[in-house]
């Protein structure tokens, strides 16, 4: 089946610690990694999507196949290798607050072949998204993004970049020129003001969604948790967010890709596709996962028929 997108990137093995390590403290095991997150939310809207990468050979990735097969995300390209399945440690420090560890060095995530690549574009999708999480893996992950972003737009697909910097994998300065380039390659790039920032110089949010423009990007998406905005040829959209208390504010970046990228697939207008973007968003915030609480197609047309109220919290990466 043809493919409305198909996503590229690490998937992890999850351990959530409901507190600090020690008797008592419960701990949930599940599945995280932004590209995986964007995976499902798309599907459970009834998109087809492929989600494209390597898992290890071992429990927790046969547990990221069976659970992405079974949430409909096309794993046919995914490949078991002999390195370990990456791992992600997340708990709980305070009120709406949450740590993370990454255990994902020497990772089989970082290594995502041409072939795998190649097998999925071949199959024409409209959206080809990436982050700029992979890259940060190390040299091999980030030429296997450029190849795969090169390959798209030689085939005419269009490229979602969500640059997602992570200060936990690399510094500033490192990531610097590689999110320029690619967001240099993208037709939709998604950042907060301090990505946008890393990728123009630029720290004024208006200033830096200008100069992507002006680089040869379709639309600047520019999100924060009060106040979305999307800047094309067409001019700026913006769209308000209201905040709500953060039950866990892990994956509300990825929800609000997924939901902007569903408007996208829909043929909505930017106002609408912000609106759609936020309300799965907050949702993701108001409910324990990066991703279990998003919305079925269903359960989203009864939710933007009510009033939404947006995000808060906080991740300390």
């Known amino acids: 089946m043809k493919p409305d997108v198909v996503t590229i990137g690490e998937v992890m093995g999850t351990l959530r610690f409901s507190g600090q390590f020690g008797v008592g403290t419960t701990v949930t095991p599940s599945l995280a990694g932004a590209e995986g997150n964007v995976a499902i939310g798309l599907a459970r809207l009834e998109h087809a999507v492929a989600w494209v990468g390597s898992v290890g050979n071992d429990t927790f990735g046969q547990g990221i196949i069976k659970t992405l097969r079974g949430e ?62 992979t890259p940060a893996l190390g040299k ?6 450029r190849f795969a972003v090169d390959a798209a737009r030689e085939a005419g697909i269009t490229v979602a970049f969500d640059v997602n910097f992570r200060g936990r994998l690399w510094g500033r300065d490192e990531a610097a020129p590689v999110l320029t380039e690619l967001a240099s390659l993208a037709d939709i790039v998604i950042g907060g003001t301090g990505e946008l920032a890393i990728v123009t110089g630029q720290h004024d949010p208006l200033e830096a969604m200008s100069t992507v423009l002006a680089s040869g990007a379709r639309e600047i998406v520019w999100k924060e948790s009060d106040l979305a905005r999307v800047l094309s040829a067409e001019g700026m959209v913006e769209c308000p967010n209201r905040l709500v208390r953060a039950v866990d504010p892990i994956g509300a970046g990825d929800a609000f890709v997924s939901g902007y990228l569903s408007g996208v697939l829909d043929g909505l207008g930017a106002m609408e596709r912000l609106t ?23 359960q989203l ?9 947006p995000v808060t919290g906080s991740v300390v990466r």
């Open 72 to 133: 409909g995300v096309d794993v046919s390209h995914v490949v078991k290798r002999p390195e370990p399945t990456g791992l992600l440690v997340s708990r709980v420090i305070g009120p709406e607050t949450k740590s993370v560890d990454y255990h994902r060095s020497g990772s089989a995530g970082r290594i995502i072949s041409q072939e795998q690549i190649s097998g999925a574009i071949a199959k024409g999708p409209r959206i080809l998204h990436v982050t700029g999480i």
């Open 140 to 145: 091999a992950a980030a030429e296997s993004i």
């Open 276 to 298: 759609r973007a936020h309300l799965l968003g907050r949702i993701i915030v108001g409910s324990e996962g990066d991703w279990e609480g998003l919305p079925t197609r269903d």
């Open 301 to 309: 047309a009864v939710l933007e028929a009510q009033e939404g109220v």
